[in-house]
Every structure is written in structure tokens, then in C-alpha cells.
């Protein structure tokens, strides 16, 4: 019995292997194109242990459905529409960072990941398969570990490398939605809008509904998933992955109702600040709201000469009247009469 090997570099347990001969093999649901545009390639018929690979990043392709966002909108566009390459978008997303201190905090990260890489090399690898991009180019889409791949990028153009870095990948035969989730879970809590895009992705993967890359919005792809009825044990399903109750994966998915945002031109000055209520003299200073003045009037009535009336005549310009000196309390009859029994008795 041949010695079972185990792989220091496994971020999920191996999946089964490829269908016997003779069956047909089921498709994919994370890379399969709508429309029959790309395939994912058939990966060996070979062993348990996936293939490791390294390959540089040009010839690596995040993928654009994934739930997590990483990529600023203003960079996003133009690289998935092939205008500008991965070092490209690197640089550009750099050069926003100068100016947003979110985009920057995120960028910090990332090149805190790439360093890392030169002091300790890569631990985990880069799990994907190899897809058809038109023309006869394949090119390597990833599954999990795109953040791995934008610190390499990013690492490249700071330390302004000349030779491209090679990461380790993993070749799986079926890339799946649930270890895209799983590896976001594990690397960086993602947003409210990245965990309702995560519970839709599941959902669609299910569904197998795959995405069109020709849709202009990744949104629209993940907007599918409301509204559909679940078969019989999904839910089940999304629970373990997403750790949370069913309730709670129905209200996420209403985030996917709200309209999309504009995208922030830069440059664009900032809203105006809302004007606040005016507060009631009471209660200035305190925090709260203004109360009406008829309670206020009342309140300096009370005392007549005190701290409040003098306040209100002081701010309406009145002249001060002097406070009038105390009157000792007058004896009462009892106290009197035993005086002046005393005075006789010592008279």
C-alpha cells in the first residue's frame, strides 16, 4: 500500500477525483461561461495531490465575479476590459492611495503581505484552473489567493523590480464558489455588501446560473439570486460556510435591492454639512435639544431675583438690581416665652 502523501500548502481539504471514464464530467460552477465563450481546460486524470505550478502574474487573471472587491472601481473597469494590464492597475491604484486614506490602509496591507513574500517566501498557494480568453490564449483565473496576487503586483512596482516574481499556484480540477468564500473568511472579514454577495454567489453556484462576462455590472449577477425559491436543503447548505442563521443570510441579500453608488470622481469637493437644530438655552452645551420656550419662562418665574432671572436680564441689557440683604428668621411664641422665663429666673 503506497504511503499516503500530505501537501504543507493545502488550504481545503483535496476534493475527489475526476469522474471515471465513460461518465460525463460535470461542469464547472465558479469558471463556465455563459454562452460557450471559455472553458476551463480538462486538468490531468492524474493524482490526488493537485499539480503546484509558478507562474508569473502577467499570465494570471483574478477573477471578476468574485464576491470580495478589492480592486478601487476606478481601476476595476479598465483592467477586466483588458485596457490596462495588472502591473498598470498596480500603479494606478498606488497613486490613488497617496490621496485616500481607506484605498491607503488597504494598499498598506497588501504590501505588508508582499514583503513578507521576499522574507519568508509564499506559504499558501494561488488555487485556480486554466481557462480559454479568446484567440487561443489561456491564461491562469484564479479561485483563491487574489490578494496574494495584488501584494506581488503591488511589491513589484515599489521595489521597481526588473525580472516578473513567480508564485506558486495549485491547479484544482473543479474550482468551486464555497472555497472562494471559505479563503475570504480566513484572510479578511469582508464587507456587508461582500457578505451578501458571497450568500447570492452561493446560492447561483447551486442554481448553476453563471455569470456573463459581457454584463457590464458584476452586481447584476449577484441581484439574480433575489427572489428565487431555494430547493429543499440549500440553506443548509450556506449556513456551515457562512456561520450565521438563515435569517440572517435573507436580510443580507437584501442589500443587493439597494441601487449601486455612482463612482467618486476625483476631485469632486465633499457634501455640504447638514445644518444642526438649534438648541434651547437650558440646554446649551449639554447635548440635547431645544425645549420650548414656554418651559424656559416658566422656570426663571420660579425664582424671582435667582440665577436664571438675572441671566435673562443680564442678556437683555436690563440694569442689575442689587440682591436685598436676608432677614433673620423671627422666634416662634414658644421660643420667646421660655427666653424670657430664663432672663427673670437670672435676672
Not at 481539504?13 to 465558479?30: D, F, I, Q, T
Not at 457634501?271 to 420650548?292: C, D, E, L
Request: charged share 25%; net charge positive; hydrophobic share 35%.
Amino acid at each position: 500500500m503506497p504511503k499516503k502523501r500530505f501537501s504543507a500548502f493545502e488550504d481545503f481539504p483535496v476534493e475527489p477525483g475526476p469522474a471515471a471514464a465513460g461518465e460525463p464530467r460535470k461542469a464547472s460552477s465558479l469558471f463556465d461561461k455563459a454562452g460557450g465563450e471559455a472553458h476551463v481546460l480538462h486538468q490531468p486524470q492524474a493524482p490526488q495531490v493537485e499539480r503546484i505550478e509558478r507562474l508569473p502574474p502577467s499570465q494570471m487573471l483574478p477573477d471578476r465575479f468574485q464576491p470580495r472587491r478589492l480592486l478601487p472601481t476606478a481601476v476595476r473597469k479598465p483592467f477586466y476590459a483588458g485596457q490596462i494590464d495588472c502591473y498598470q492597475a498596480a500603479r494606478q491604484w498606488l497613486q490613488m492611495a497617496r490621496g485616500d486614506a481607506a484605498i491607503k490602509a488597504q494598499v498598506d496591507r497588501l504590501l505588508a503581505m508582499g514583503s513578507s513574500f521576499e522574507e519568508h517566501g509564499q506559504i499558501k498557494p494561488i488555487t485556480g484552473a486554466w481557462v480559454e480568453t479568446g484567440g487561443g490564449n489561456y491564461r491562469f483565473q484564479i479561485e483563491t489567493g487574489e490578494r496574494r496576487f495584488w501584494a506581488a503586483c503591488l511589491q513589484y512596482i515599489t521595489a521597481r523590480a526588473t525580472e516578473e516574481p513567480l508564485l506558486r499556484v495549485e491547479v484544482v480540477a473543479q474550482p468551486t464558489r464555497s472555497r472562494q468564500v471559505l479563503e475570504n473568511r480566513h484572510a479578511e472579514e469582508p464587507s456587508a455588501v461582500g457578505r451578501a454577495c458571497e450568500v447570492a454567489a452561493l446560492i447561483l453556484a447551486e442554481l448553476e446560473i453563471h455569470p456573463d462576462p459581457a454584463a457590464p455590472d458584476e452586481f447584476d449577477y449577484f441581484r439574480q439570486a433575489i427572489g428565487r425559491r431555494m430547493p429543499p436543503g440549500l440553506w443548509d447548505k450556506i449556513i456551515p460556510i457562512m456561520q450565521v442563521s438563515r435569517v440572517q443570510l435573507e436580510n443580507l441579500l437584501k442589500i443587493l435591492k439597494q441601487p449601486a453608488r455612482p463612482a467618486a470622481r476625483p476631485g469632486r469637493p465633499p457634501p455640504p454639512a447638514r445644518a444642526r437644530p438649534a438648541r434651547g438655552p437650558a440646554h446649551a452645551g449639554r447635548g440635547m435639544g431645544a425645549a420650548p420656550a414656554g418651559q424656559h419662562q416658566a422656570k426663571a418665574d420660579l425664582r424671582p431675583g435667582g440665577r436664571a432671572d438675572r441671566r435673562r436680564r443680564r442678556r437683555a441689557g436690563a440694569r442689575q438690581e442689587p440682591p436685598q440683604p436676608r432677614q433673620p428668621a423671627r422666634p416662634g411664641p414658644a421660643v420667646a416665652q421660655r427666653a424670657a422665663a430664663l432672663q427673670q429666673r437670672h435676672g
